[in-house]
């Protein structure tokens, strides 16, 4: 007896699937969800500690995604697209818990530096460092150094100044470096 298998491939690329799910196909949204939400949900945890709220964000995130389908153009990746939707989700659902403070207290930055960080520990790790941070350091070091925003775009996208961008970005990465030396010398044995 000859057994059939029938492969049934739904969708080949991506742009198709934005193109059903436009129409509310029901199964591209749901591969378009399934493609995207490990990485989404990895930017949404940048921001937000506690999974499960970032889980959230993400999700109200998604309902935004296909809400507004229509709106993206095809210029630029949508992965791209996406995810400014998931940052600005995290930051939105971070300013309804009141979480984020920003110190006003300007600090004199002789010189803009690059992500000079160094260290030997895992991404994990890191990722709990940065959780302990304030968290009006945490967001802007994450929109700067991890998801790549120039100062005059947190600056808009946070409702602060420039200048209180740069300097929670400085403050932040002091921190973060000290928490990171303090790690590295309790790691290797040293007082």
């Known amino acids: 007896m000859k057994s059939l298998l029938k492969v049934i491939q739904l969708f080949k690329n991506e742009n198709t699937l934005i193109e059903k799910a436009v129409k509310d196909n029901r199964e591209a949204q749901h591969a378009l969800f399934e493609m995207h939400a490990p990485k989404m949900l990895s930017v949404c945890r940048y921001y937000i500690k506690d999974l499960q709220h970032a889980e959230e964000a993400m999700l109200n995130g998604f309902y935004k995604v296909f809400s507004n389908l229509k709106s993206f153009k095809g ?29 006003m207290e300007t600090v004199e930055i002789e010189h803009d530096f690059t992500n000079n960080i160094e260290t030997e520990i895992e991404v994990a790790e890191i990722q709990q460092l940065i959780d ?28 602060i100044t420039e200048g209180t961008s740069k300097s929670q970005l400085f403050k932040a990465r002091n921190m973060l470096q000290q928490k990171i030396n303090d790690l590295n010398k309790t790691s290797y044995g040293t007082p």
């Open 75 to 103: 210029e630029g990746s949508f992965e791209g697209w996406i995810r400014r939707i998931m940052v600005r989700e995290s930051i939105s659902f971070l300013r309804k818990q009141k979480q984020i403070e920003f110190s």
């Open 132 to 159: 302990t941070l304030p968290e009006g350091y945490k967001v802007v070091f994450v929109m700067y150094a991890i998801e790549g925003y120039k100062h005059h775009e947190i600056a808009e996208a946070l409702n």
